[in-house]
């Protein structure tokens, strides 16, 4: 099956989904340094993801899909911390932190495929 559009990628509409979650997830976060960084983290997941496949070769949508996986792992990381600081739950945490390692293996075998 041929992908002709960047919506139609599965790990897109996870990093999408995973987007819309941290947003509402720390909306009235205080701790804006933190807030920002994690939300611009997830936007960076799908955004490389849409950017790269639009870019329409191999060799850069590689490239930005190796980008969105960093970023993926950005966000689980700064989950890492907000769980530590008290900014969400252990089970919201585990909602999107598992989120984030599904993502980051789809985006890997993406990434073997090309």
Not at 12 to 41: G, M, P, S
Not at 51 to 66: I, P, V, Y
Not at 87 to 97: A, C, G, N
Request: charge should be positive.
């Amino acid at each position: 099956m041929r992908i002709s559009r960047f919506e139609d990628i599965i790990a897109w509409q996870k990093a999408h989904l995973l987007t819309v979650e941290i947003y509402k997830e720390f909306l009235k976060c205080k701790d804006f340094n933190f807030r920002d960084q994690i939300q611009r983290a997830s936007v960076s997941v799908m955004n490389n993801i849409a950017e790269g496949f639009e870019r329409g070769s191999n060799a850069d949508f590689k490239r930005f899909l190796f980008i969105a996986k960093g970023s993926s792992g950005e966000v689980r990381s700064l989950l890492y911390l907000g769980l530590s600081l008290g900014y969400l739950s252990q089970k919201k945490f585990d909602e999107l932190s598992a989120l984030t390692l599904g993502i980051s293996r789809m985006i890997s075998g993406f990434i073997k495929s090309l």
